[in-house]
């Protein structure tokens, strides 16, 4: 199959090009390279260092023996989607092209309303050119399991039954995110379904779970890693737990820490969305994916890190900060997740293995994290409408960037954290 990934230079699009390369399909990518330069806006940078994109092509080139085609370019621009579509007409696209950070989108009220801004008009112009240039291409979406927030019921896969008043349906489960950037998914879901409905179109949503993790198969150079964020803005949680345990800073489960939620690792989310591609929805499918392995609270991934950490000879410590956001700290959490199951997904990557691998790689990279160690823990705050003053008080202590001369990366390629040419090639 021919798959378009947008957002094929991010920590997720990168893996699932070389697993998609590996299984024997044609990969072609779109990016505009927003989150390198988003990344160096609050001061940090990835943990593995990064080669430009064009190198990253070369590597899989040499590496692999496979190609690449790239399209450097926004999805903001209709008539630059359009092309691409029409030039390429995919089976599939796993369009990945979206601001992903909750805690970017509540910095104020421009990083919010980008973020709605940006996610919104990508997928909405994706749609509008797959209708007239690529019907029966199947659209993954990534979306998020934080579209549904923290019920006190069983969270149903996309779509549950209800009596209400003698009369019974079936309908969308509802939503009720916790950020500007969640709430920009369930906005998309709702264009993503109705789009499909209107212009019979096939589309997969991904309710995607929180990712942690480094590496997949296919990364066997350190030429092909992915990005590994661990700032505040841009680190999931676990992936910024082992941060600051390998940096000595305390591991910050917020507030009471028993907030639930489902995890997967980054080798079996691409397994997973994998699987999606290679079982298309129908025409005027549109069908949801609850995608994530197990649920754990932040608590019990502290602990573990923690043991882990001991393990390894350092000295790690738990806080219990108050909580920046506005989320139930203690909850009922419950979703179901059978679809993928049902089409062959099988979990690959126990929780305490895939620590231990991270913990080997920063602790390769410890140099790079000591030298943003100020970025690691939270500034942003949920309930303030302008959390810049803080972070631009961090943002002054920030070392200027590796090839500036400070800090180099200990080992891998260049340690760019920016693109060195546009390479709009197919
Ligand atoms: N948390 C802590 N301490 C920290 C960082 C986070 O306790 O130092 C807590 C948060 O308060 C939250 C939970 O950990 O309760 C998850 O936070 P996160 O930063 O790992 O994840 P989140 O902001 O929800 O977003 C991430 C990805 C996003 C994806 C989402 C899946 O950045 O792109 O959509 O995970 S989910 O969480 O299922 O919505």
């Known amino acids: 199959m021919k798959v378009l990934i947008t957002g094929i230079d991010g920590y997720s699009g990168w893996p699932l090009a070389l697993h998609l390369l590996g299984r024997g399909h044609d990969v072609v990518g779109i990016?505009?390279?927003?989150?390198?330069?988003?990344?160096?806006?609050?001061?940090?940078?990835?943990?593995?260092?990064?080669?430009?994109?064009?190198?990253?092509?070369?590597?899989?080139?040499?590496i692999l023996r496979k190609d690449i085609g790239f399209y450097r370019g926004d999805l903001s621009n209709f008539e630059f989607v359009r092309r691409v579509l029409a030039t390429e007409r995919p089976d599939a696209i796993v369009h990945l092209a979206e601001q992903r950070s909750a805690p970017y989108s509540m910095i104020d009220v421009h990083h919010a309303v980008a973020t709605q801004v940006e996610n919104l008009t990508g997928t909405l112009h994706l749609l509008y050119a797959m209708r007239e240039c690529s019907p029966d291409t199947h659209l993954v979406k990534m979306g998020t399991m934080g579209e549904y927030g923290t019920p006190n019921i069983d969270i149903a896969e996309g779509f549950f039954e209800v009596e209400f008043n003698g009369r019974k349906d079936r309908l969308p489960f509802p939503r009720s995110a916790g950020s500007w950037y969640h709430w920009s998914k369930v906005f998309d879901s709702g264009d993503v379904m109705y789009a499909t409905k209107i212009w019979n179109l096939r589309s997969t949503d991904v309710m995607q779970g929180v990712i942690y993790g480094i590496r997949t198969p296919e990364i066997r150079d350190d030429r092909l890693l992915t990005r590994f964020d661990f700032d505040e803005t841009w680190g999931t949680a676990l992936n910024r737990f082992i941060a600051q345990a390998v940096v000595g800073l305390p591991i910050t489960p917020y507030g009471r820490g028993e907030q639930r939620r489902g995890f997967i690792a980054l080798e079996d989310s691409m397994q997973s969305l994998r699987i999606a591609v290679e079982h298309p929805a129908s025409r005027g499918e549109y069908r949801v994916f609850n995608q994530f392995d197990a649920a754990y609270s932040v608590n019990e991934l502290a602990h573990i890190v923690h043991r882990v950490a001991t393990d390894l000879g350092l000295h790690p410590t738990?806080?219990?900060?108050?909580?920046?956001?506005?989320?139930?700290?203690?909850?009922?959490?419950?979703p179901l997740h059978d679809n993928l199951i049902a089409l062959g997904y099988r979990r690959t990557r126990e929780l305490e293995e895939?620590?231990?691998?991270?913990?080997?790689?920063?602790?390769?990279?410890?140099?790079?994290?000591?030298?943003?160690r100020h970025?690691?823990?939270?500034?942003?705050?949920?309930?303030?409408?302008?959390?810049?003053?803080?972070?631009?008080?961090?943002?002054?202590?920030?070392?200027?960037?590796a090839e500036k001369g400070h800090p180099a990366p200990p080992a891998g390629p260049q340690g760019s954290s920016e693109p060195a040419s546009a390479h709009p090639t197919a």
Do not use: C, M
């Not at 900060?321 to 419950?334: M, S």
């Not at 939270?378 to 202590?397: C, M, N």
């Open 318 to 334: 738990i806080d219990h900060p108050t909580d920046p956001r506005v989320e139930a700290e203690q909850h009922y959490y419950n």
């Open 354 to 372: 895939v620590i231990r691998e991270i913990f080997h790689d920063l602790i390769r990279y410890r140099r790079r994290l000591e030298a943003r």
């Open 375 to 401: 970025v690691i823990q939270a500034t942003v705050q949920w309930r303030s409408a302008d959390s810049r003053p803080a972070l631009a008080a961090r943002h002054a202590e920030t070392p200027p960037l």
């Open 31 to 62: 990016d505009n390279f927003v989150t390198r330069r988003r990344v160096k806006e609050v001061g940090s940078w990835s943990a593995t260092p990064i080669p430009t994109f064009a190198r990253r092509q070369a590597a899989v080139h040499e």
